[in-house]
C-alpha cells in the first residue's frame, strides 16, 4: 500500500499526488436510518476517483458529506492534511471544493454565460458599491473573470449557447453547462453527482473526454458519482464501492472488478 | 525578373503579403473570435506571424518543393500557415479535416507530404493511424495542445512553438528565406487542391501563382472589391472557393478575413461582422430560409401579416428595384417602409445587411429561394466554376441576375460548347496540371489549354448567359430515346424544403424512379405542429403522411417536367423515401455534399431493383459508418409508391 505522503505516476503517465482529503470512519444518521456507516477512503490529488454502488447505497450521501451538505456524526474530514471542522457548503466551496449535481441546478432564466459566470462569485470582492457602478476594481475584476470563463466556454464547446438562456437548451447541454460552471471555479477537487444520467452514447462520450482532458489539462482531481459500469471503469483510477451505507471494496478498476462482495452486490446474491 | 506575358510586379502570394504589409500596415487583415472577442491581425502583424512560423519551417528542415499539407478548419493560424509554406518555396495541400481516416491516407500518400499542420488531437491522432503507411511523412505541427501534452513529442511540433523556434533563429534563416521567397514566381506552385472526386480517386489540381493571382484580380475588378470588404471565411479550406476568396482576392485587394468562433456560432458571427461580400452554397441560404419560415410559423398574427403582407411587395417589385429598373413611386415608398418594417431587421437577423456582393454556386439554386433573396435588396448572384479553373467560369454582372442561368463568361475566360453539349473553356486560371496523373491532364485539357468541365449547358438565346443543364455523363437517354438528366429533376425535387436529397434513376430505362431523403428540419417541424410523434429519421421518413406529402411534391415537379418538350420524358412514376440520410462517411456523396450515383446504385442495387419490378414494399439492410469510424447497420421496410405522370404533347415532335 502507498503511503499517503507519496505520489507516484500512471501507466499514461500522470502523476498522481499525495492524499488532499480523506474520509475516517464517517457515519451518518437520518434519526434510525444509517445512510452511511464507517466508511473511510482517501483522494489523492490528481486522481480521478469513483464512488459506486446500487441505488440507496449512500453515495449521493456521501458526496454531501464531502462538499459540507451534511455533516456526519461520527468520524472526521482531513483535507489538505488538516481536519475540517463542521462547515457550511459555501464554507467548503470556499476551500475550493465544487461540485454539480444530479439533478441540474442552474438559473433557469439566465443565460449560460452569466450561469457559468456566477461559478466565479468567490473571486468577486470588489464593494457593493464598485459594483453598482462598475467602475475601477469592480471593472478589473469582471474582466479577468469573464476571461476565466470564457476559457472554460471554450474547453467545453459551448460557445454557441453562450447567450442562449438555459431554459431552452436540451438535457446533455445543461449537464455542460453545470460542468462549465463548477469549473470556473478553478476547484482543487471537482464532485460529479452522476455527470452522465440520462444521455445517449454520443454524450456519454463527449463527458467522458471533457472528464479527461480537465484532469490532463487543469490536473483537477475528479470525485464522481456514476452508474454506467463501462465509464467507470475506463476513468477512474480508482474506485470505492458502497452498498447499503458500507464499503464493500476499494481499489482499482480492475481490483474491484474481481471482487466477490462487489460482484454478489450488483448481481445479487440468494439470502439463506 | 524575366516576365512573361501578363507578369505584375508582385508574382506570388507571398509577395503580395508584403506589398500589404506596407500598403495596408495598419489594417486588419485577420480576424478570429476567441474566447469571446474578436481578436485581430493587421496586416503588418500577419507578415511577422507568418514569418516566423517559415523560419521555423526552415529550421525544421522544410526543403523547398516540399509538399505540407495543411488540415484545420478556418483559422488565422491556417491561413499563415500557407503563406508561410509558399514562402520557403514548398507546396501546400489542403486537406478536408472532417474526412475520413483513409480518405487523409489517399491524399498524405499521392502527395508524399513531409509535413503536417493540424489543428487538435483529433487531427494528430489521425495522422498516427496513417503515419506507419507514409514512408516520406516525417513531421506534424498542432495548435491546440489541450490533449497532447502526453505524446511523443520527437516528431510533433506545437505551432506557436515552432514561431518561437523561427524567431529565436531568425539571424541564422532569415537570408535563406528571403532569397527562397525571391525566387517565387508566375510559373511557381501556388497550391495544390483535391477535387473531391465524385468519381473515382481524388485528383491534385496544380495551381500557379499565375492562376490564382490573375483570376483574383480579374474578378476582384469585375465586382469592383476593395480592401475594405469584410468576408467571413466559412466554407472548407481545401475547397478552392475558399483558397480565391480568403487568400487571393483577400491578399489582392487587401481586404480582411473573419474567422468564425467554432462551426456552431457561424450565423452569430456572421451577424457580429456583417460581410459585404459573401459567398455561400445554395445549401446554406436554404437552410436560413426554412429557419426564417420556422420561426414566421411560430410568430404572432401582427407579425406574421407584416411579414407576409411586405414579403409579398418585396417580391412584386424588389427584384425590379436591386436591379435598378424603372418602379412606380407609390412602390417604392411601400418598398421603403418594409425596409424599416421587416426587410431591414430580416436581412441583420440573417447577417446580410451589408453584402455587397454575395454569390452563390456549387448547384443549382430554387428560383424561389434565390428571388426572396433579392427581393430584400440582397445583391445575390450565381457563378459557375470549378477547382481546374481556379473557380471563375462564368459570372453573372450586377443588373443581369437570372435563377437559371449562370452569367456571361468571367473576364480572360474563353468559352465553347462542343457538339454533344459538353461546356468547354479556357482562362489565366486554368489549372497546369494534375500531380502524377498525366492521363487524367491529358483526357481533361488538350493542347490548346481548352478544358472540359463534365457538364453540359448551352448559351441561353434571350440574355447571352450560360445556362447549365446536368453532368455531362450523367446525361443520358431513355430507353424511347428522350433525354435523360437527373440533377435537372433532383434539383426540382430539392427546391421543397421538405426534401433534402434526391437521386433520380432511369438511363436506358423506360420510365424514370428516384430515391428521396427528407429534410429534418423541415418535416419535423411540421411533425410537431401537426403532434405526429417519431423516434427516428427512419421513423419520420416511413410516417404515411410524410411520403403522401412527398409523392404530392413529385406529382407537382412531374406536372412542371410535362411542360417542358425536352426534358418531359424524365418524369417520375415511382418512388421511394430512403431509411437513412445520404452521407459523405458512408461514401454516398462527396465531401462537397454531391451526390455520387454509381455508389448509390451499387449499395441500394435492391431498392433501384424494387423500384423497377413492380413490388410494394422492400425490406433492406444498410451499412453505415459512424463518425468515429466505426461501423453498424440499420435496417426497414420502404414503401414503394406510385406517382402520377402527366402526357407531354409535344413528346412526338421532340423525339422525332
Known amino acids: ?261 462487489v460482484i454478489d452486490a450488483y448481481l445479487g446474491v440468494a439470502h439463506d | 525578373m524575366n516576365n512573361r506575358t501578363g507578369q505584375s510586379a508582385v508574382a506570388s502570394i507571398p509577395a503580395l503579403l508584403h506589398r500589404n504589409a506596407s500598403r495596408f500596415a495598419n489594417r486588419p487583415a485577420y480576424r478570429e473570435k476567441e474566447f469571446g472577442i474578436w481578436q485581430s491581425w493587421t496586416w503588418f502583424e500577419a507578415e511577422r506571424e507568418i514569418e516566423a512560423l517559415a523560419l521555423g519551417l526552415i529550421d525544421m528542415g522544410v526543403n523547398a518543393g516540399d509538399f505540407v499539407s495543411v488540415v484545420g478548419r478556418n483559422r488565422p493560424y491556417f491561413y499563415w500557415a500557407i503563406a508561410a509554406v509558399q514562402s520557403v518555396g514548398a507546396v501546400p495541400v489542403t486537406l478536408y479535416h472532417d474526412s475520413a481516416t483513409q480518405e487523409m491516407a489517399y491524399v498524405m500518400d499521392h502527395c508524399g507530404a513531409r509535413v503536417a499542420i493540424v489543428e487538435d488531437q483529433e487531427q494528430v491522432d489521425k495522422m498516427i493511424d496513417i503515419q506507419e503507411d507514409l514512408h516520406q511523412f516525417e513531421h506534424m505541427i498542432y495548435i491546440d495542445p489541450r490533449g497532447l501534452r502526453k505524446y511523443d513529442h520527437t516528431k510533433l511540433h506545437q505551432y506557436s512553438d515552432v514561431q518561437d523556434k523561427g524567431r529565436e533563429m531568425r539571424d541564422t534563416h532569415l537570408s535563406e528565406l528571403e532569397a527562397r521567397r525571391g525566387k517565387l514566381d508566375y510559373d511557381s506552385i501556388c497550391v495544390m487542391l483535391y477535387t473531391s472526386g465524385t468519381t473515382g480517386k481524388p485528383k491534385g489540381v496544380v495551381l500557379s501563382n499565375r492562376n490564382i493571382i490573375e483570376t483574383s484580380k480579374s474578378s476582384a475588378e469585375f465586382d469592383n472589391l476593395r480592401h475594405d470588404e469584410e468576408v467571413l471565411a466559412y466554407l472548407p479550406m481545401a475547397w478552392v472557393g475558399d483558397f480565391i476568396f480568403s487568400i487571393g482576392q483577400a491578399y489582392w485587394c487587401g481586404f480582411c478575413v473573419n474567422c468564425p468562433e467554432s462551426p456552431d456560432t457561424m450565423q452569430t458571427d456572421l451577424c457580429e461582422i456583417g460581410p459585404t461580400y459573401y459567398f455561400a452554397p445554395p445549401r446554406v441560404f436554404e437552410t436560413q430560409l426554412t429557419s426564417v419560415m420556422i420561426r414566421m410559423e411560430d410568430a404572432g398574427r401582427l407579425k406574421k401579416w407584416l411579414f407576409d403582407h411586405y414579403m409579398a411587395h418585396a417580391r412584386k417589385v424588389g427584384g425590379d428595384i436591386l436591379d435598378g429598373k424603372p418602379v412606380g413611386a407609390m412602390d417604392r415608398l411601400k418598398y421603403g417602409l418594409g425596409n424599416l418594417l421587416v426587410y431591414g431587421p430580416l436581412k441583420n437577423t440573417l447577417g446580410l445587411s451589408r453584402v455587397r456582393v454575395g454569390y452563390t454556386a456549387g448547384e443549382a439554386i430554387g428560383p424561389e429561394i434565390f428571388s426572396f433573396y433579392r427581393s430584400l435588396g440582397i445583391n445575390l448572384k450565381q457563378l459557375y466554376g470549378q477547382t481546374e479553373a481556379s473557380v471563375f467560369i462564368t459570372l453573372q454582372p450586377d443588373g443581369g441576375v437570372r435563377s437559371d442561368t449562370v452569367g456571361v463568361p468571367a473576364p480572360g475566360v474563353e468559352i465553347r460548347i462542343a457538339d454533344d453539349g459538353e461546356v468547354f473553356y479556357r482562362s489565366p486560371g486554368t489549372f497546369e496540371y494534375y500531380y502524377k496523373n498525366e492521363e487524367s491532364t491529358k483526357s481533361t485539357k488538350d493542347a490548346e489549354g481548352w478544358v472540359a468541365t463534365g457538364d453540359a449547358g448551352f448559351f441561353d438565346d434571350e440574355t447571352g448567359q450560360l445556362r447549365i443543364i446536368d453532368r455531362a455523363k450523367d446525361v443520358g437517354k431513355m430507353a424511347d430515346g428522350a433525354l435523360f438528366a437527373p440533377k435537372y429533376v433532383e434539383n426540382k425535387l430539392k427546391f421543397f424544403p421538405n426534401i433534402l436529397e434526391a437521386v433520380v434513376f432511369g438511363n436506358g430505362r423506360k420510365e424514370c424512379t428516384a430515391f428521396i431523403n427528407i429534410d429534418l428540419t423541415a418535416v419535423g417541424n411540421w411533425a410537431e405542429r401537426n403532434n405526429i410523434g417519431y423516434a427516428s429519421y427512419q421513423e419520420l421518413a416511413g410516417h404515411p403522411q410524410v411520403l403522401e406529402t412527398v409523392r ?105
Not at chain 2, 414503401?639 to 415532335?653: L, M
Open chain 1, 1 to 261: 500500500m502507498l503511503d499517503s505522503a507519496e505520489s507516484y505516476t500512471t501507466e499514461d503517465g500522470r502523476t498522481i499526488g499525495p492524499v488532499v482529503m480523506e474520509m475516517k470512519n464517517i457515519t451518518l444518521r437520518f434519526g434510525g436510518v444509517v445512510a452511511i456507516q464507517d466508511i473511510s477512503f482517501d483522494i489523492r490529488e490528481g486522481e480521478i476517483r469513483a464512488i459506486i454502488g446500487p441505488n440507496g447505497a449512500g453515495k449521493s450521501s456521501m458526496l454531501n458529506v464531502i462538499s459540507g451538505f451534511y455533516n456526519p456524526q461520527e468520524g472526521d474530514v482531513f483535507y489538505k492534511g488538516k481536519k475540517r471542522p463542521p462547515m457550511k457548503p459555501y464554507q467548503v466551496a470556499r476551500q475550493g471544493i465544487a461540485r454539480t449535481f444530479q439533478n441540474i441546478a442552474l438559473f433557469e432564466g439566465m443565460s449560460v454565460l452569466d450561469n457559468v459566470m456566477t461559478g466565479r462569485i468567490r473571486q468577486m470582492n470588489a464593494s457593493l458599491f464598485a459594483q453598482s457602478i462598475w467602475k475601477c476594481e469592480a471593472e478589473r475584476e469582471e474582466v479577468a473573470n469573464r476571461e476565466v470563463v470564457e476559457k472554460v466556454i471554450d474547453f467545453l464547446e459551448i460557445q454557441h449557447i453562450r447567450k442562449t438562456p438555459v431554459g431552452r437548451l436540451p438535457y446533455g447541454l445543461k449537464k455542460r453547462v453545470e460542468l462549465a460552471r463548477a469549473l470556473a471555479a478553478e476547484p482543487s477537487i471537482l464532485l460529479l453527482d452522476e455527470p452522465m444520467a440520462g444521455m445517449n452514447v454520443e454524450e456519454k462520450e463527449d463527458m467522458s473526454r471533457f472528464i479527461l482532458d480537465m484532469n490532463d489539462e487543469f490536473g483537477t482531481t475528479i470525485a464522481l458519482i456514476e452508474h454506467d459500469m463501462g465509464v467507470v471503469m475506463d476513468l477512474s483510477d480508482r474506485v470505492v464501492v458502497m452498498d447499503y451505507g458500507k464499503k464493500i471494496g476499494d481499489g482499482t478498476p480492475d481490483e474491484v472488478r474481481n471482487n466477490q462482495a
Open chain 2, 552 to 656: 404530392a411534391h413529385v406529382e407537382t415537379v412531374n406536372e412542371s417536367l410535362a411542360t417542358d418538350p425536352m426534358l418531359g420524358g424524365c418524369q417520375i412514376y415511382r418512388f421511394l423515401v430512403l431509411h437513412k440520410e445520404l452521407d459523405a462517411d458512408d461514401g454516398e456523396m462527396t465531401r462537397t455534399r454531391k451526390v455520387r450515383r454509381g455508389v448509390i446504385s451499387d449499395k441500394f442495387g435492391d431498392l433501384v431493383t424494387a423500384l423497377y419490378d413492380g413490388s410494394d414494399e422492400i425490406f433492406t439492410k444498410t451499412e453505415v459508418t459512424y463518425e468515429d469510424g466505426r461501423k453498424g447497420s440499420i435496417s426497414a421496410t420502404l414503401k414503394v409508391i406510385d406517382a402520377k405522370v402527366q402526357p407531354v404533347e409535344t413528346r412526338q415532335v421532340a423525339a422525332e
